[in-house]
């Protein structure tokens, strides 16, 4: 079970380390770095079908930037510009408009490799790299326009990890920290800001260790994939169990299966109308330019 499907591929220049963030029924992928490392400012929207190049993200071009959407609208900030300094300035950017608007910057330091997510109408950002790993984690509220510190996350300092809601709890782990790939898997309740660590992956799960893999959340089960050191498989985690399985491979062995995406980090990854995607990332030093949308429901299709 479980099908992929190549889409329509990326309009724009292929990249890695790009933001993004969802509005309704509608994807936005901004920022990130091309073949030639140049930092990247343009805005694209996706529908499922097609791509809509939109008003240019207005601070500086940069990657590794963190990108969340509350009530309607989108937020990207962060990141790494050319010169490598890292940044901390975040902006709005309201669709119907078309239009982006300055914030107050990030309470914390500039930084890449965040952990990125939105629930209870507050959008969050931890963790990542500014020189130093890091486990801070800050939530901005778009009613006051503010910025709050939270609780930190607990496990080791990190970069490149993914965060996934399920069911209004967000679940939070992988990525690397001291040169180490992590294992640990921890559940945060935004309702009373507590953390609560759950199973470590198993030695039988050691495959699911990587970072700047990509996440998304389908019928409140998680789907994991990809990344620095991933495997060839689609993770999936159960919530309410606590367990992963290994149920799909993405891998395309032998040409036997149809459009199966090819193995990356730093993509960007969403799910939109019961479908997970991933999109750009890059292979090696390769940067890429395709998207592929993924149904877990579906059978595989097999090449005649």
Known sequence: MGNWKAESPF????????ASFVIDTAAYISTGSDNNNNRLADLWEYNGRTWTQ???FPGAGRTGASGFAVAGKGYVGLGQL???VYVKDFYSYDPTANKWTKIADYMGTGRVGTVSF???????????FDGNNLNDLYSYNPTSATWTKENSFPGAKREGAVAMVINNLVYVGTGTGN??????????N???GIWTQKKDFTTDQSAIMRSYASSFVINNRGYLLMGVNGDSKVWTYDAATDTWASDYEYT?????????PSGRSRAVSFSMKNLGYIATGAASTTRLDDIYSFNPAAAREVVE
């Open 82 to 84: 050319q010169g490598g």
């Open 54 to 56: 939109k008003a240019n």
């Open 179 to 188: 040169a180490q790939t992590l294992r640990d898997w921890w559940e945060f």
């Open 252 to 260: 395309n062995t032998n040409n036997k299966f149809r459009a199966a």
């Open 190 to 192: 935004p309702s009373n």
């Open 118 to 128: 939105s629930v209870n109408n507050k959008g969050y950002v931890g963790t990542g």
């Open 11 to 18: 309009e724009g220049v292929a990249r890695s380390g790009a």
